[in-house]
Nanobody, 114 residues
């Protein structure tokens, strides 16, 4: 069992930055993939970025060039640095992990608005 707790969401103006963090309740060494998903009102949950145990990353087209996912095994965290945020990035962002059992965090709200 793994509990995931996100933090770092908030309100930011267009063009601004936020860094989301997700802390796991135990070692993440056997977690195959950690990722960030998001869900905007009225839309399906979608993958934003993922990182495998070997460090391989994958980004949604909307995130490429603006977002960076990283993983720290010692701190049991996965982070998402988001730059040049736009109103269409407004969503609840969820941390995800698979061992291959899947786990989700409770979500953190990101609102991009002037």
């Amino acid at each position: 069992q793994v509990q995931l707790v996100e933090s770092g969401g908030g309100l930011v103006q267009p063009g601004g930055s936020l860094r989301l963090s997700c802390v796991a309740s135990r070692s993440t060494t056997n977690i195959v993939i950690m990722a960030w998903y998001r869900q905007a009102p009225g839309k399906q949950r979608e993958l934003v970025a993922s990182i495998g145990s070997g460090g391989r990353t994958n980004y949604a087209d909307s995130a490429k060039g603006r977002f960076t996912i990283s993983r720290d095994y010692a701190k049991k965290t996965v982070s998402l640095q988001m730059n040049n945020l736009q109103p269409e990035d407004t969503a609840v962002y969820y941390c995800y992990a698979t061992t291959p059992f899947t786990y989700w965090g409770q979500g953190t709200q990101v609102t991009v608005s002037s």
